[in-house]
Nanobody
């Protein structure tokens, strides 16, 4: 299984970015897909998840600003990020979970700075 992220970059506070993750097989094959992030000097943390029956879950710090979505026709998992803050600066990782195994992408850098 391969996961490839794209869409990171530099954005000003209050701006928006859309991250996309292409998965090498149907996202319905996984129990959960999602996005995690690791900020400098911190542990990796959950950002948002999407189950294969459509339930979503968000960390409290991003709820109402970020939206996770999946497109099974394209095998993609996207993260729309609005109202970005400097504290959202991190490497963002795509994740897929199935049968006790976690799969990870290589990560994409998001920097929020003026």
């Amino acid at each position: 299984v391969q996961l490839v992220e794209s869409g990171g970059g530099l954005v000003q506070p209050g701006g928006s970015l859309r991250l996309s993750c292409v998965v090498s097989e149907s996202i319905f094959n996984f129990n959960v897909v999602g996005w995690y992030r690791r900020a400098p000097g911190k542990l990796r943390e959950l950002v948002a998840t999407l189950t294969n029956n459509g339930y979503t879950n968000y960390d409290g710090s991003v709820k109402d600003r970020f939206t996770i979505s999946g497109d099974n026709a394209k095998n993609t998992v996207d993260l729309q990020m609005n109202g970005l803050k400097p504290e959202d600066t991190a490497v963002y990782y795509c994740n897929a979970y199935s049968r006790g195994t976690f799969y990870w992408g290589q990560g994409t850098q998001v920097t929020v700075s003026s």
